[in-house]
């Protein structure tokens, strides 16, 4: 338990209305760079120990040096907030003791920490550059500490931060925490009020608050932080710059992601493998596809090699495009550079064939992966199987089914789905619905399109029954109905003379009285 002995009431110059990372929408004051001078960093000197205090703060001290733990248990029933933090104050010098101690006292006496004594442990271990031992000890206060201890925290470093003549690293390490936790408010905080006071964070600190930004979708705000670094004169490196090249792309600013591209090395960097792929796949993303083979072709004019990762990205664009004879030609190209085909590869190329309904080309590169030894997963043998089901040929998807076993895999929703569409392409509506019950069995969760496939195949066979028991399992797994399948389906009973069927199909629907209503009008 951390007990709160710091509460400083300290007005901000830069107050935020609203965070995109929390309300969705842009605040245009957010980052707004500084126009002030640095704030002064207070100076408080905290009471010396006297008395009981002093003998207990020496002989703790004394046990300490000597190692003498034994002795040092007998005194943590004596242990408090100030005591412990004075010691630490005493041993602050020996980072490695400060920690053993420090994690001593919480173990023994966990109410005997405060904000403070964690303060000055932090400052310790910035101070050794121990960062990875003090953004655990922040965690660890962040993620289990109250709503509204992050923002002391920031505070119980500055009040400590000349006594134990600390480094800017120590707010460094608050800002990179905030960032890898993902409370972008508190990081935006931190950011702000470490300017206030003349300090800024690392690059690295900057490029985790970016890469998390971006890991969450907020591409707005992380594009917007790289142009306040830059006010900032936080100088990036490539790893931020690539992260802004992809954070153009995900927001549609391919030229922009070319601008940058182009005025790296002006910037002092070299473009990397990373930085093309990144505005490759911007560009595949968006259709351009002729324009991401411009962009593989500058690799070699820039001293780069395409990789396996720049071929894979070509030939999903290609794929999805459903231009497979480009595709294929992509892959020729690979394995004439000698850069070798992994699982992705021929995953991609599997299943763009199995989608076109070319399962002989599919089966050739499945082929090619077990002669050249590499690895099948899961998502080959579905796109496999998807593409043998699509034209009907259920026995031979079911021949790569037993395949699973062999390769030590198991079936998932989309196996499923395939072996279930399959049979309602044969018009097997009931076995359909059979291989459904075994997916549910098997704890795989079918969606809304294989619970409309079944419904269909019932509906054309005129097995009304058999989809008025589907529509009840879409009933049951909250699954949406769509009135038109509705009406179809208890149109068909009514016509076969089963009017209770109807009636008690539409009482489950119970909750989807629109349903009903529009059916009984």
């Not at 050794?128 to 000890?137: G, M, P, T, Y």
Request: glycine fraction near 6%; charge should be positive.
């Amino acid at each position: 338990m951390i007990r709160i002995s710091i509460g400083v009431n300290r007005r901000l110059r830069y107050q935020f209305s609203s965070f995109a990372g929390y309300s969705g929408s842009e605040n245009p004051r957010l980052f707004k760079t500084l126009g002030a001078a640095n704030t002064p960093i207070p100076h408080r000197r905290n009471p010396e120990p006297k008395g009981q205090d002093l003998d207990f703060v020496n002989v703790a001290h004394s046990h300490l040096i000597q190692s003498d733990w034994d002795k040092l248990n007998k005194l943590s029933d004596q242990l408090d907030s100030f005591r412990v933090k004075n010691v630490l104050l005493k041993i602050q010098k020996d980072y490695l003791l400060s920690l053993e101690f420090f994690n001593w006292a919480k173990t023994r006496n966990p109410g005997s920490h405060s904000l403070e004594t964690h303060a000055i442990v932090l400052h310790t271990l910035t101070k050794n550059r121990k960062f990875k031992s003090a953004e655990s000890i922040l965690r660890d206060v962040l993620v289990n500490g109250g709503v509204d201890l992050p923002a002391k925290v920031f505070d119980a470093l500055l009040y400590s931060y000349r006594e134990c003549d600390s480094t800017p690293r120590v707010f460094d390490s608050l800002f990179k925490t905030f960032a890898h936790l993902k409370k972008f408010r508190n990081a935006t905080d931190t950011f702000m009020q470490m300017k206030d006071y003349g300090f800024l964070p690392t690059v690295e600190s900057c490029n985790a608050y970016m890469s998390s930004l971006l890991g969450q979708g907020r591409v707005d705000i992380a594009l917007r932080f790289y142009r306040e670094m830059r006010r900032c004169k936080i100088s990036p490196n490539t790893y931020t710059l690539n992260m802004v090249m992809s954070g153009y792309c995900r927001s549609g600013k391919l030229d922009k992601g070319i601008e940058l591209l182009q005025d790296m090395e002006r910037l002092g960097f070299r473009a990397t493998d990373v930085s093309y792929n990144t505005l490759i796949a911007g560009h595949c993303e968006k259709g351009l596809l002729s324009s991401a083979l411009k962009l593989k072709n500058m690799m070699g004019k820039s001293g780069l090699q395409p990789n396996v990762v720049t071929f894979n990205t070509l030939i999903h664009g290609f794929c999805r495009a459903m231009k497979l004879q480009e595709a294929s030609k992509v892959f020729g190209e690979m394995k004439a550079v000698n850069v070798a085909p992994n699982t992705v590869t021929y995953n991609t190329l599997i299943n763009g064939y199995s989608q076109q309904g070319d399962h002989e080309m599919a089966f050739r590169f499945y082929e090619d992966m077990v002669c050249n030894g590499i690895q099948r997963d899961i998502l080959t043998y579905n796109a496999l199987i998807f593409g043998l089901c699509k034209q009907a040929k259920t026995r031979k998807a079911a021949q790569f089914v037993k395949e699973l076993d062999k390769e030590n895999l198991v079936p998932n929703s989309s196996t499923f789905s395939a072996l279930i569409m399959g049979q309602c392409v044969r018009k097997n509506a009931d076995r359909g619905f059979e291989l459904y019950k075994s997916m549910i069995r098997s704890g795989c969760h079918p969606n809304e399109q294989t619970f409309n496939m079944l419904v269909s195949a019932f509906c054309r066979n005129e097995d009304f029954d058999g989809a008025s028991q589907v529509l009840r399992e879409m009933v049951r797994r909250s699954i949406p109905l769509d009135s038109r399948t509705v009406h179809q389906v208890c149109n068909g009973l009514k016509h076969q003379g089963k009017d209770q069927l109807v009636k008690k199909l539409l009482q489950e629907m119970e909750g989807k009285k629109f349903l009903q209503e529009s059916f009984n009008n």
